[in-house]
């Protein structure tokens, strides 16, 4: 059972950077594909970002590249989502998942593992 922890939330002015972070405990991170994905109210989950189990490969929503960075520390079993140029419709709660898969997925009913979330709020 793996356990995850999302952390770096809040409130930024658009234009504005946050870093998230999501700390993973209770299994074997580094055999984990990892995901970031984001949910606005009154709106469904959506994909926002994935990784690799090494870190080599990232996939990402078409409407945060260039803008948003996952990557990963196996060695601290945290993932993070780096987002830069933030925009008021990136408002959401955004989660972190692990995927005991083999390769990068973007449809969130592969996960296995879901952390609580955290609200990422961007005003105008």
């Known amino acids: 059972q793996v356990q995850l922890v999302e952390s770096g939330g809040g409130l930024v002015q658009a234009g504005g950077s946050l870093r998230l972070s999501c700390a993973a405990s209770?299994?074997?991170?580094?055999?984990?594909?990892m995901g970031w994905f984001r949910q606005a109210p009154g709106k469904e989950r959506e994909f926002v970002a994935a990784?690799?189990?090494?870190?080599?490969?990232?996939v990402y929503k078409d409407s945060v590249k260039g803008r948003f960075t996952i990557s990963r520390d196996n060695a601290k079993n945290t993932v993070y989502l780096q987002m830069n140029s933030l925009k008021p419709e990136d408002t959401a709660v955004y989660y972190c998942?692990?995927?005991?898969?083999?390769?990068?997925?973007?449809?969130?009913?592969?996960?296995?593992?879901w952390g609580q979330g955290t609200q990422v709020t961007v005003s105008s």
């Open positions: 998942a692990a995927d005991s898969g083999w390769r990068i997925v973007i449809t969130s009913d592969e996960y296995d593992y």
């Open positions: 209770g299994g074997t991170f580094a055999s984990y594909v």
């Open positions: 990784i690799s189990r090494g870190g080599v490969n990232t």
